[in-house]
Each structure stands twice: as C-alpha cells, then as structure tokens.
C-alpha cells in the first residue's frame, strides 16, 4: 500500500496503472475510519484491481467552525486498517494541495441541497460536491463508493456525476450498524458513555416506525418518531423529514412516489447524529 501526498504523484501513480489497463475505484472519506467505511474499501477491493482511499478532512463542507476543530483524525490507525483490508493507495493530501487557491465554484443543485441537511448547514454540499469532483479530477476513477447513512450526500453527488459530465460510476453502500442498531459514524467517536447507551433510541424509534408506517399518515409517522426520540432528555431532533429518495421532496401520502426514504438529524449532547430508513423501495 502506498501513501501519496501530493496530486502530481498521484497521478503519475494513475496514469502509469491505467495504461497496464487496471480499473481504478475511489473510496472518499474523512478520515477516523471504522467498519462502515471499510465495508466500501472492501467492496471496491472486491470490484476494481485499484482501490484508492482518500483521507481529507474537507474545510469547505464545515458550516460549523467548532465541528471542523473538533472533527477526529487517527491517520496512524485508519493506515493500519487500510493495510489490513486491501486499499492499494491512501490519498492524504494537505490543505494546501486541495485548495491553493479558494474554491469559489457555486453549484446549482436546485432544491436538492436545500432541504433537511442543506437547511441546517447552509454551503454543506456545495463544499462536498467542490473536494469529491477536485478527487474525481486527481483520481480519475471508475467508480466511487459512498454509504447510504449520508442519504442526501449521495443524491447531490449523483446529480454532480450528471451535471459535470464525469465517467464515474457512483456505488452507493447500505449503512453498516452497530449491533445493538447505532449507524456506524466517526461523530460516534465523541458520544460519552451514556450518550452513546442513548443514542440507539434514533434507530431504535425510525425501525419501529416501519412496523406501522403503512397504516398511518405520513404526518403522524414524523410525530410518533420526533416524539419518541425527544422524550430522551439527551436526545434532541432537528428535523425528521419524510421524502421521495430520488428528488429529497417531501411527501405528503404513502402513494405520492414508489421510493420513500425517512432522513433524521438529531442532537445527542454536542453530538449531531444522522440516520436514515427506507419505507418505500425504488423499483429502479
Ligand atoms: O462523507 C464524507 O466523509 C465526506 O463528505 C466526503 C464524501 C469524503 C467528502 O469530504
């Protein structure tokens, strides 16, 4: 495995891969790594002859300064578990590299990065969509591997694939939980102990909600959830929205659209939780 700095040497590394004809799979990530990330790194091990993993905490996607200080960085253990899973190039570079020059590119994703993450962390995607196509552009990849935990991440990401052209293949990878049901996350990191004995109520209180969503109205699904999780003390929801999974617009009824995703933020201390469930699969 190798660990690149800088993109010039990536590339070089690339171009000289590419022309032995091998395929090229790109795993984005931030970093503080933990089995949901290596659930993609497996994956796109098991499906292209280079994985490439990308490690940069990424400034221009932090709405909030005080989330960006205190975002986890374990280099020396997330380059132990890339060894041991099979990551053929560890991407770190610094923030210079990324960003020599301020990126002033404004994308226009229509409502897609206005709602639910978008309405509370205003500029959010426009700086994840700035760094994953600065990494298309470095790596060049066949396909890149994205979890599904980050539901609308993915969205947004597709609609740049298709706006800008690029000839990647976007994997999108279920959510990999914990056992007793907490989506895997680096922010789980920061919970205490008793937050994190709490903050399974999230995917405690969103499965539950399957078991009757089909026989209630959509608007008392989103009552009987926010409800359940904020009568937790340490739990408090920012919002808990139920929308189509392809345009992120709210529905209103069970047959407004045939792939129908609950998407939540929640508040555990400090803590900003997110998670996610399917009601309704897309057909497509
Ligand atoms: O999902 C993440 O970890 C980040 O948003 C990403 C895709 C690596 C871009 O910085």
Redesign the pocket.
């Known amino acids: 495995m190798k660990v690149i700095h800088t993109i010039s040497e990536l590339q070089k590394e690339i171009s000289s891969l590419k022309s032995e004809g091998k395929t090229i799979g790109l795993v984005?990530?931030?970093g503080a790594l933990h089995q949901g990330h290596i659930s993609l790194v497996r994956r796109c091990v098991d499906e292209n002859d280079v994985c490439v993993v990308?490690i940069?905490v990424?400034p221009t996607?932090f709405n909030d300064k005080n989330d960006f200080l205190h975002y986890p960085h374990t280099f020396k253990d997330d380059r132990e578990l890339l060894n041991e899973n099979g990551c053929s190039i560890i991407f770190a570079p610094s923030e210079q590299e990324m960003y020599p020059q301020p990126d002033t590119r404004v994308f226009d994703f229509g409502l897609l990065d206005k709602v639910m993450e978008g309405k509370f962390r205003p500029g959010h995607f426009n700086g994840?969509a700035q760094?994953?196509s600065k990494l298309f552009d470095a790596v060049t990849p066949d396909k890149a591997y994205?979890?599904t935990k980050?539901f609308q991440?993915s969205v947004v990401?597709k609609a740049m694939v298709k706006q800008l052209n690029y000839p990647v293949k976007i994997i999108e990878c279920p959510i990999v939980r914990e056992p007793d049901g907490l989506a895997m996350s680096s922010r789980n990191m920061r919970l205490t102990f008793n937050q994190r004995q709490i903050a399974v109520k999230i995917s405690q209180a969103l499965n539950k909600s399957r078991n009757f969503a089909a026989e209630k109205p959509i608007s008392e699904i989103i009552d009987r959830v926010t409800n359940e999780i904020n009568s937790e003390p340490m739990l408090k929801v920012e919002y808990f929205d139920i929308v189509d999974g392809n345009t992120l617009m709210p529905v209103t009824d069970w047959n407004d659209s045939d792939y129908i995703v609950g998407c939540i933020a929640v508040f555990c201390g400090e803590v900003r939780l997110i998670d996610n469930i399917v009601y309704k699969e897309s057909v497509i």
């Open positions: 984005p990530t931030m990308s940069f990424n996607q994840v760094i994953v994205f979890g980050d991440q990401i």
